[in-house]
Nanobody, 115 residues
Framework: QVQLVESGGDLVQAGGSLRLSCAAS????????MGWYRQAPGKQRELVAI???????NYTDSVKGRFTISRDNAKNTVYLQMNSLKPEDTAVYYC?????????WGQGTQVTVSS
């Protein structure tokens, strides 16, 4: 299974921006779907954004227009650019990769947005 390592989480004020990175241990060229999930305290893990090998992207409604997911196959990295951050975006953000029937998760990176 591919190993995933997230980085870029931080404490930021509302309205600010962050860019999360997810570095994979192997080529992501053949990975069908990569994405980001998040989990806030006391809540279930939810999908934030996904990008397919064909570069199709989908976002949860609450982040549309603010977040952008991208993948750089040459660097084996997936990014999540987060703009206009809100306190409700506070969560641990997890990178996700799915190849065939196998899914991999990173350890998570904390994003905290202060009001």
């Amino acid at each position: 299974q591919v190993q995933l390592v997230e980085s870029g989480g931080d404490l930021v004020q509302a309205g600010g921006s962050l860019r999360l990175s997810c570095a994979a241990s192997e080529t992501i060229f053949s990975i069908n779907t990569m994405g980001w999930y998040r989990q806030a305290p006391g809540k279930q893990r939810e999908l934030v954004a996904i990008v397919t090998s064909g570069n199709n992207r989908n976002y949860t409604d609450s982040v549309k227009g603010r977040f952008t997911i991208s993948r750089d196959n040459a660097k084996n990295t997936v990014y999540l650019q987060m703009n206009s951050l809100k306190p409700e975006d506070t969560a641990v953000y997890y990178c996700y990769a799915k190849r065939g029937n196998f899914a991999s998760w990173g350890q998570g990176t904390q994003v905290t947005v202060s009001s």
